[in-house]
């Protein structure tokens, strides 16, 4: 039995000699220095690797938006294919055109990453690993963080928004000053990292990129498990599992109810004490 | 943030249901308090998160939102989204440590001034009850 990279390795040059895609995105390792590459000859193959753990999707985005064309072949693991089936969603990709190489994260990374679902649906390299984090954890969502202190750091270098897959917008609210006032380190705690947040609150598939390229270290994960830890709870949505299924944030509370609470009645305008019950919660 | 006596609020009113019903609690002379500021929107859908965020960190104490019964919405169901959106934030408030209650949601008083009046009276006991306890 090869090794995850080995494997890939195979199918990476099946796939390119089948002639299915124009090339694949994957790791490469260049003179000891590991980027994104795009592999579009067999021989380029070689190189391929598979850690550190780096979203792809973005990447395979920016070649379709580019290349009408082109059939994109990309290594991808739970987080990449989460995130390429929001932009799906978005309008952004066009998963005809997209080739997986399904490659679940062993235990190890799993671990590391706290992630609830370390592999993709189809799984080609690797096997499945059902992980849970558990309740307590660093990855474990309900923490209490002191974000009055923890915001204090952030250096506003837009990190976050730029290795977010799902931040697409062409043009960002975040750079606007009538949102967030330009000029000022660290910036307001609530209008930028509230604004983030709230743009990504049925987009967000947890793969952690934010986090990674904080220079700061902020733990802005947290910030979105607990929303995803909402969204399920209260409108049962994972983003980018349910490939089928829009943001339940589009449709009327009839189609897509909080899961906890009744629609409220309609109130009659002679009704004594109206308020309490036309309260929508 | 700054401290006055009385909470700093925001409003923002669909221009219909609540719309009427805020003047009509003017017409009416029902007692209201004097700190809150009342924008009158097309919809209550209008209200994007932003203008929430915004408007808490410039200082603001407490957002409410008032749009048409939910079922009663000049457009369609767009008070419907206007409500899970607006939720969403308000989960996002709690993640930040923001007492959630300082964004209210409240659907309904087309013409009703009692309901306009005790809606606000509330929100305003909320922000004290808020503010004494010193949350976020």
Known sequence: MESAVEQTKILARELLESGRVAGILALVSEQGRIRPGFLQRTEEVNDLVLEPIYLLAPLARTIQTMDSQATVGIVARGCDERALVELAKAGQMDLERTVLIGLACDEEIAQRCGCRQPYPREIDVGTRINHTPAEGSSSAAGEKVDWTAELARCLKCYGCRNACPLCICPECKLAVPMWVQTGVVPPDPLSFHLIRAFHLVDKCVDCGSCEDACPAGLPLRKLHKHLLRMLEERLGYVPGMQVDRQSPLFPNLWCTPFLDSKIPRWMSTLGENGSGEMRGE | ?136
């Open chain 2, 1 to 136: 943030m700054k401290e006055s006596v009385e909470p700093k609020v925001l409003i923002f009113a669909c221009d219909w249901c609540p719309g009427m019903g805020s003047d009509r609690a003017g017409q009416d002379r029902l007692s209201l308090p004097t700190w809150f500021r009342l924008i009158r929107v097309d919809c209550a859908a209008q209200v994007s998160g932003e203008w929430v965020i915004k408007a808490l960190s410039e200082g603001i104490e407490g957002v409410m939102i008032m749009g048409c019964h939910l079922d009663a919405c000049r457009h369609q169901e767009a008070n419907h989204r206007a409500h899970k959106k607006l939720e969403t934030l308000r989960w996002l408030l709690e993640g930040m440590g923001i007492a959630p209650e300082r964004l209210c949601l409240s659907w309904g008083m087309g013409r009703e001034a009692l309901p306009f009046q005790g809606e606000i009276q509330r929100f305003a006991a909320n922000m004290k009850l808020l503010r004494k306890e010193g949350k976020a």
